[in-house]
Structure formats: structure tokens, C-alpha cells
């Protein structure tokens, strides 16, 4: 019995053309929305440490569950990063205790326009389940206080962006943050590893999303892209630096972007 052939390399799919002839900066800082609860101007003061969370899970069967143990995990790896600086300098930046994923939107018409707010309320709907549920969870409540989507709207620099020109926006975006000294690299937390894409199918998806129909919320998916792909001159692999995210497994995707690559991120 003859053995698999190891597959043969091939040329990757050339870049985006627009990218030589209108290049985007290489630092730009984009105008933010933020939505969710986490974009409150007094987040500092509303958050729970976790070492008191732990007291308060101590009691509550809900909060010992498998679930309850990612909630504990995020909550973790959010304080861990929540007062860094990666400045060699040791200058300090302003605390963040979020989590979330920067919202890049591509389409700009009316419709798109109209339903952009609806259809992020139903993002954070969704993400919301696990803090509603009875009896409640302390992790899950504190996980869904923290939560926080930056929208990037920019109709002139991102209306109609393939994903190639969505990554290097996010890019510049990220390096004009300045949160380490070398520019080139891209820095903790994985709030600034990958960024989800919402075009005109997505918003009107979002928008419109069923929650009588449990299976929906798990075939409802967004693009999400990673900012540190390279494009191979030859590749044997079919990972273009995007992939689809069900909006149910975002929590769990920022989770393990602590620790590997996107595109090694189990759905």
C-alpha cells in the first residue's frame, strides 16, 4: 500500500493590487465607537477583583462548571495585561480591565448605516447568554460587565476593504498606540491580534438575528483576520490570515489567542 504524497506547495494568492497603488499609512490612529458594557467611562470602579470573585464562586454550583472555568481563565489573562507597559522606559499607560475585538466596518450605505447599531446590540446579546443564565454564574456576570467592541468607521480609507487592506488599517491602527517600543511587533493584549470584519451581509445578518433559533447563534459567523499573517511566496497550506468565527465562540477565541495563532485556534 502506496503512502500519501505529501501535498505539493503552490503559489499563494497575490495581495490585494490596491494595497501598492493606495497604500495605507504605516501608523494611523481610526476614530473609535465602543459599545458594551465595558466602554463605560467608570469601568475602573465597576469591576470585581477575581480573587473576590473566587470568594463569591466559592458558593455557587454555577460557577463550577466548565464554562465558569473559561470566564475564570479570560478574567485572569484580562488583569494580567489590565496595567502593562511594555515600554523598556517603564512609562505607564491607563489601565484597561476589557476584553473584546476591534469591529472593522467595510460597507457604508444607507441600509448598513441604519442597522449598525441594532446589529452590534445583538452582538453583545449573544455574548450576554452565559450572564443571564439561572442560577447565575459570578465569572459570566463579571466577563459580560468587561466586554467592550471598538467599531472602526472610515468610509474613505475602508468602504469595501478586501482583507488584506483590513489588516494592514488594523495594523497601522495598533502601531499608532505606541504600546511598545518596537513598532514592528504587536503587542498584548489579544484585543490587538485579531479584528473582526462587518460588511453589509453581516450587519443585515447581526441585525436580524433570531434568537428563537438557538442553532442560528451557532452558524451566525463574523470574519476575523489576523494581523499576523505573512503572505508565502509558496504555501501548502489554504489559510489566507482570515477566518470565520461563530459569534457563540468569541469569548473562547480571546481566550486561547493568549496563547497561539489564529489560524490554530480549535472552533
Known sequence: MTGRRAPQARPTTPTDPTLKSRPPPRQRRFPLRSYGPGAAAD???QTTATQALHHLASSSAASQTLEAKDNSDLLARVEKWEKCSLWEDG?????????????IVTDYSRTAKDNIDRAMENLLRVQQLGASADPPDVYADEVYR??????????????????DRVRECFRAHIRSLELWDDIDQFPPPPRNYVCLIMDGSKIEMLANLNFHDARSLSTCKLQAVDIFWE????????YRGVRELAIDTLLRTYLLLNFQRLDRVEQ
Open 231 to 238: 503572505r508565502p511566496e509558496t504555501t501548502t497550506s489554504s
Open 146 to 163: 468587561r466586554l467592550k467592541f471598538d467599531v472602526v468607521e472610515d468610509q474613505e480609507a475602508l468602504e469595501g476593504a478586501s482583507p
Open 91 to 103: 512609562r505607564s499607560v491607563k489601565p484597561d480591565p476589557t476584553w473584546g475585538f476591534y469591529v
Open 43 to 45: 469601568i475602573l470602579q
